[in-house]
């Protein structure tokens, strides 16, 4: 696999552009045709074999895996590894505290910020274009350097392995994303549609309400899961602001994996339960998610 | 604070002035909770941050914390272990950045052509984006595993090696490893970002190119290449900021140590130990804050080396 990858950015760039039906190079048409396909397939393998091999450790006895030569025996399947992760109150409690705190910093961040972008991506005021370049520096600050003050301070506020702690923090990292994202959604509706409905005489609420939301009703919620997924899958703080008490999934995930422990089943079955939401929201959501994602980079 | 400039036609001054007032509630009302919100969570932890690396604030030593100027900037430009992590950041992140951009290009282009399925293909592309970081550190694991792994027994079975190989029991081997599982999880979203730039790329100069006669590389060149500038600058610029905050498939990968013998610490991973294993957190606070000039300093060297900046927004829309 590791000598295949090369190749691919090599080959694919030469053979990039796609060549009109001409009679005479039909041969060597058909040949790149034949090299996309095989790269094609190496790709979407790498891609998805990792995944696959971590699904099959979540449902197939360690043992038949780990021999000389893998054998993946369909009549072993079992799910029993889920049925004791799933009924243990060491796992289902860091799984709710998971899904609390990402919903609430998903609730927070979209209330604050959507109106907050609203108002940037329609009006005009002073200071919006340091605040916009702001919410895009707070990118540039590793989390490492608000994790130590904000470690000091949560626990000076006794809110060190807190949910609400994490939720506060969480909130400082992802508000910025959504007010970004959410501009950009902004801006996308035709100003006049406000406009129509002030003659119409609604006031400025009531076209924020009654119009923008409704109209901005896609991005908001493609940035709504996104901030979920960016809260869910959040590991670093929670593994620094948080104990026994508010640990959240990854980091109970992650607790699996010690140096030499090797209960792969446990760690591969908790790994496929902590991403399971945010892969089944990435495909309902995919083409709004793509959107989300490429928005910024495609639009500058 | 905020001063409004109604979008609105003005008619009489008195009117308008009125309406701008009210402007100004209105956007203040809504900009301010948000403002606040981060300015306070992000400002006052920030300046926390500075103040700290100027103290003597070790937890572990001594209860009182003496302020120490710059001193412990200076033990950090002597300091081995940090030459050590730099170095290791700066491998790590030149390959990940360089050979991930360059091979998210090539996947991007593979995935641009016409076949049958290239929704499907796209769609499944999210996989990777969708797994949780800590979830990648311990499929790779599974993977790398030196006994157990599937990696040498795929080998073994191609004859590519002999003897299991132990992917994680080495300084060196441990960091290509690391490199490695990295790149599945970032390779996606800078193909997905490249993806969206190409299909901005006017199809009609490709053809022009070609009855110019301009074979596929100086398409590639001179067509492809100046047409996803801004998006290829988006992307080194985002990768280098993560690859140099690289943490979670660290920690998972080597079960929280950043080894074997200090092999994957990084930068970020030194921080992270200084902090809460060795609880010196005035030092921890002085490498957080170099982590954080280094990202603004490579990404103030990206925009230098391939564009001007404060056009992020609207170029390509022709605003």
Request: glycine share 6%; net charge positive.
């Amino acid at each position: 696999m590791t000598n295949t990858l090369p190749g691919t950015a090599r080959d694919t760039r030469r053979a990039a552009p796609q060549r009109p039906p001409r009679v005479g190079i039909r041969a060597r048409r058909r040949g790149t045709t034949v090299i996309h396909r095989t790269l094609l397939t190496l790709v979407m393998i790498y891609f998805l074999a990792p995944f696959v091999w971590m699904l099959l450790y979540s449902v197939l006895p360690a043992h038949d895996l780990q021999q000389h030569n893998p054998d993946v025996k369909l009549s072993d399947l079992t799910f029993k590894t889920y049925r004791r992760l799933l009924t243990d109150s060491s796992f289902l409690h860091p799984m709710a505290n998971s899904a609390i705190v990402a919903v609430a910093t998903t609730l927070i961040c979209m209330a604050l910020g959507s109106c907050a972008a609203y108002v940037v991506a329609r009006y005009r005021f002073r200071g919006r274009q340091p605040l916009l370049l702001a919410m895009m520096a707070t990118q540039a600050i590793p989390a490492i350097v608000l994790a130590v003050p904000l470690f000091i301070l949560l626990r000076t506020f006794g809110l060190y392995d807190t949910r609400q702690g994490l939720v506060i923090t969480y909130v400082a990292f992802i508000l910025p994303l959504v007010i970004w994202m959410m501009v950009g959604f902004f801006e996308d509706i035709p100003p006049s549609l406000d406009e129509a409905a002030r003659v119409d005489g609604c006031n400025r609420w009531q076209i924020l309400i009654r119009i923008a939301m409704p109209l901005a009703v896609t991005g908001l919620a493609a940035t709504s899961i996104f901030a979920f997924i960016t809260a869910w899958s959040d590991f670093f703080l929670a593994k620094i602001l948080t104990a026994d008490n508010s640990e959240t999934l990854p980091v109970k995930t992650a607790s699996f994996q010690g140096l030499f422990a090797l209960d792969y089943n446990s760690a591969a079955t908790a790994g496929v339960i902590t991403t399971l939401p945010v892969l089944v929201l990435t495909m309902v959501a995919q083409k709004w998610i793509v959107r989300g994602l490429t928005e910024g980079a495609v639009k500058g | 604070m905020v001063t409004i400039t109604s979008p609105g036609p003005a008619t009489a001054r008195r009117v308008r002035s009125a309406r701008e007032r009210a402007d100004r509630r209105f956007s203040v009302a809504l900009v301010l909770p948000a403002v606040v919100a981060v300015a306070v969570l992000f400002a006052y932890p920030l300046g926390y941050a500075v103040y700290l690396s100027l103290h003597r604030w070790n937890d572990k030593i001594s209860p009182q914390h003496p302020y120490t100027g710059v001193h412990n900037y200076t033990d950090l430009a002597r300091d081995p272990d940090f030459h050590a992590a730099l170095t290791r950041t700066a491998y790590f992140s030149v390959i990940t950045v360089l050979v991930g951009v360059g091979l998210a290009l090539g996947i991007a282009i593979l995935l641009s052509q016409q076949f049958r399925g290239r929704g499907i293909a796209r769609v499944l592309l999210l996989v990777p984006w969708a797994v949780p970081p800590v979830v990648n550190g311990i499929m790779w694991h599974v993977i790398f595993d030196g006994s157990t792994g599937i990696l040498n027994a795929l080998l073994r079975g191609a004859g590519l090696i002999s003897k299991n190989k132990q992917w994680l029991g080495t300084p060196h081997a441990a960091m290509n490893s690391l490199i490695f599982a990295e790149m599945w999880k970032l390779l996606p979203f800078l193909a997905l970002l490249l993806i969206a730039a190409l299909q901005g790329v006017p199809r009609d100069l490709y053809e022009a190119a070609r009855v110019d006669g301009a074979n596929a590389w100086k398409q590639f060149q001179h067509i492809t290449v100046p047409n996803i500038r801004g998006a290829l600058m988006f992307a080194l610029i985002v990768q280098t900021m993560w690859s140099i905050k690289v943490f979670d498939t660290i920690y998972v990968l080597t079960g929280g140590s950043g080894g074997p013998a200090g092999g994957t610490t990084t930068i970020n991973f030194f921080a992270y130990l200084t902090n809460f294993s060795y609880l010196d957190r005035g030092y921890g606070a002085a490498i957080a804050v170099v982590i954080m000039l280094l990202v603004i300093a490579t990404t103030i060297f990206w925009l230098l080396l391939l564009g001007r900046p404060g056009r992020w927004r609207r170029k390509a829309r022709g605003a």
